[in-house]
C-alpha cells in the first residue's frame, strides 16, 4: 500500500531531527580540522619569524614571502570555506525539496489510480446446458475375480446460443468520500436458443448474476416474455423443455453498482449473431481488452461502443468499457533537477569566479538567489509547466545578475556566466533533450572562458575589479 511518508530512500531531509544531528556531528570533526590545521600554520610562520628575529634581512626574505602566501592561503580559504557552506547547504536543502517533490507526485499517482480502484463488473455469458447418458467400462472385483462392467453416467453437455442481443447503458458517479469512481450498470440482453439436437429436449439456462457488484436490483430472467423463478437462493440454473428443431428467447434484466470497469465475459464460447451495445454516459470511457468495437460514437459527454459478429466469434479476452484516466507524465524530473542542482550551482560559481571579481558577500548573495529561484520553481511546478515556471524565473535571474558586476562590461559578463552556468543547465533538465542542451551549454561555458582569457576580445577594466 502507498505511504505518503515514504520519500526517496538515503536522501537526508533537513525536517528530520535525527538526520541534523548525525550530519552534524560528522561535519563537526571536519571544520574543527581545518581550523586546527589554519592556526597552527600562522603559529608555525610566527616560531619561524621568532627564531629569525636576529637576522633581519633572512627573517624579511623568507617569514615575508610565507607571510604573503599565508594571506593569500586566508583569502582562498575564506572563499572556499563559503563555497563549501553554500554547497553543503544547498545540497541539503534541494535534497529536502527533492523527497517534497517525490511526496508530491506519489500522491497525486496513488489519488489517479485511487480514482479508478475498486473490483469490476463481470457479466460473465449465459449457458445452456443439457445432461445426457454416456456409456462408460470399468473393472471391478467379484469373488476374488476381476470383472468388467459397462454402465452409463449422465454427463452434462453445453449448447451454443443461437443469438445474443446485448445493450448495456453506463453511468458513472463517485462514492461518498468523492475519491473513488463507481459504476451503475442498466443491463439488458436477448438470447436466442435454438435445439438443434434429435433426442433431447429437456434444458437448463444457468445465468448468473455479475462479478463484483456492490449493488444488484431488478434482476429478472424470462423466457418469452414470462418470468422465470429460481427455486433455490442462489441457484440461477432453470429447466426448461424444448423440442428438436425448436427455439425459444431468454430475456435478462438487471441494474447493478460496482467498480469502474465493466465486462462481458465470453469464457470462450463459440458465439453466433452476436451485437454488444455499450453506452457510457460520461467522459473519458474507453473500450477494454483490446478487443476493437465494429462501431464507436462519440457525442459530447457519451461514448456508444457496438461489437458486431454476424456470423460466430470466439474471442479470448472479455468485451469491455472502463474510463480512462490522463497519464501522468514527466514524474521524477524535478527531484532529479534538484538533486543535481548543487553541481549546476558549482558550475556557475565557478564560471563567475573565472569570469569577473568575486566577493564574499557577492558569493553569498549569488547562491541565496539560484536557490531561492530553485525553490520558488519546486512549489510553482506543483501549479503550472516547469519549463514556463523556469522561464519566467530566468528573467529575475538575470536581472539581479546584473549587480554582480562594477561596471557595464562586469555585469554584461555576469550575464554571459547566469546564461550558461544556470538557466540553460536546468532548463536542460526540465526538457526532453536534456542531453543536447547540457552539451550546448557546456560549449557555450568553455567558448566563453576561452574569449575572456585566451584571446582577449572581453577585456575588462582596472575599474572593474
Known sequence: MYSANQGIPGLPDLTHPTELIQIGSQLLPAFLFLVFLIIALGVAIALISFALRAHPLDQKMVVGEWTIHYSKLLWG???????????VAGFFLCSTLSNRYHHWEQAKVAQVAQ???????EQIVPQVRYVIQEPFTYTTQVDGKIVKVNDKREVNRLLSLAGSQVQVKLDQSTD??????????????????????????????EAQPPIGYSLLSNYKVERDRNRLESVEPGNYSFAFQLPPGEETSFRITYQAQGGPRWVYNATGQ????????????????????????????????????????????????????????????????????LLLAPALFLW????????????????????????????????????????????????????????LGYS??????????????????VLALLVPFSGLTLSIAGLLSVIWLAVRHWYGWYKLQPSDH
Open 77 to 87: 580559504l575564506q572563499h572556499l570555506t563559503l563555497v563549501l557552506i553554500l554547497l
Open 270 to 337: 463459440l458465439l453466433s449473431n452476436f451485437r454488444l451495445t455499450a453506452t457510457a454516459n460520461f467522459a473519458g470511457a474507453d473500450f477494454a481488452s483490446g478487443i476493437i468495437p465494429s462501431e464507436t460514437k462519440a457525442d459530447g459527454r457519451s461514448t456508444q461502443f457496438t461489437w458486431i459478429f454476424d456470423d460466430n466469434v470466439s474471442v479470448k479476452n472479455p468485451f469491455g468499457v472502463f474510463t480512462n484516466t490522463d497519464p501522468i507524465r514527466q514524474t521524477g524530473i524535478l527531484p532529479r533537477l
Open 348 to 403: 556557475w560559481i565557478l564560471l563567475l569566479y573565472l569570469s569577473i571579481p568575486m566577493s564574499l558577500r557577492n558569493v553569498a548573495i549569488a547562491a541565496s538567489i539560484f536557490f531561492a529561484c530553485l525553490l520558488t520553481l519546486t512549489y510553482l511546478s506543483r501549479f503550472m509547466n516547469p519549463v514556463f515556471a523556469w522561464t519566467m524565473l530566468s528573467a529575475i535571474l538575470l536581472m539581479l545578475s546584473w549587480g
Open 408 to 425: 557595464r562590461s562586469a555585469s554584461l559578463a555576469a550575464i554571459i556566466c547566469t546564461i550558461t552556468g544556470a538557466i540553460l543547465p
Open 115 to 121: 480514482s479508478v480502484a475498486g473490483d469490476k463488473l
Open 176 to 205: 461518498v468520500q468523492n475519491r473513488s469512481a463507481v459504476y451503475r450498470v442498466d443491463y439488458s440482453a436477448e438470447y436466442k436458443v435454438v435445439n438443434r439436437l434429435n433426442n433431447i429436449e429437456k434444458f437448463f439456462f
